[in-house]
């Protein structure tokens, strides 16, 4: 069984062990705060109150052949930056680290952690495409200029199948599955389906081509103006 450690229970951390406690995992939680500990002990089969800025307590407590260990000290850059380099010196593999700035998280990955989160970004950027297209129901980053998304399929392509409407080539859209509006239960299907006014399609493809699709009714000018001002938002939002 795979096993966790949360150093932190800010609401990164706590969101993290919700997620984690549905599956079938060993969880670790560590915190300074009492209070934060009996909250959420019921969710973690060990956990631990103590000052994580110890480096000895760091190497009783955590193993170190320990899956993965998320970092989220809120409150102390400090204890973050230490906490994550005594367990890069112990050997931990896989160390995922919360950081508000640009700053925090280069530190973080020179002293040792594999990924560093950026929550309140990484949110933002789900969330603003899909405030300005009616038709994006789920906007999901997965690198550079690549996204997945949840999009409901426009009136022109009602009653064409995919063959006809030929997304990938014409929209560079790659359809990955259905569901039906008010569902939340996916499906494969065949090229020959003709699509449907409660379609949802689950894609990949670039963000440009997939807000142009989403909203393809808008007019170019708008269309190009929206998309300005989302690169304008995430550029600020990275130097900040």
Not at 39 to 44: H, I, P, V
Not at 57 to 70: H, L, M, N, Q, S
Not at 177 to 196: I, L, T, V, W
Not at 233 to 238: A, D, N
Request: avoid cysteine; glycine fraction near 4%.
């Amino acid at each position: 069984m795979k096993q966790f450690a949360i150093v932190g229970l800010s609401n990164f951390g706590k969101r993290m062990l919700e997620e984690l406690s549905q599956i079938d995992v060993e969880i670790l939680i560590v915190d300074k705060s009492r209070d934060r500990v009996e909250l959420y002990k019921d969710k973690a089969n060990a956990s631990y109150i103590t000052d994580v800025k110890n480096e000895e307590t760091i190497k009783k407590i955590i193993p170190e052949d320990i899956d993965a260990v998320i970092i989220d000290l809120d409150d102390s850059i400090e204890a973050s930056i230490l906490v994550t380099n005594y367990l890069k010196k112990m050997g931990v593999k896989n160390i995922i680290v919360k950081a508000d700035t640009d700053e925090h998280g280069e530190i973080l990955s020179i002293v040792g952690a594999s990924k560093v989160v950026f929550p309140n970004r990484e949110a933002a950027k789900r969330i603003t495409p899909l405030l300005v297209s009616s038709l994006m129901f789920n906007y999901m980053p997965i690198s550079s200029g690549l996204v997945m998304a949840e999009i409901k399929i426009p009136k022109s392509f009602h009653g064409k199948t995919l063959i006809e409407a030929d997304l990938r080539s014409a929209h560079g859209i790659n359809v990955i599955a259905k569901r039906k509006e008010g569902s939340s239960d996916y499906e494969f299907f065949a090229p020959n389906y003709k699509m449907q006014p409660d379609d949802i399609f689950l894609v990949v493809g670039k963000d440009t081509d997939i807000f142009s699709f989403s909203d393809a009714m808008i007019p170019v000018e708008r269309r190009e103006n929206l998309m300005n001002k989302l690169r304008n938002f995430f550029t600020q939002r990275g130097s900040t």
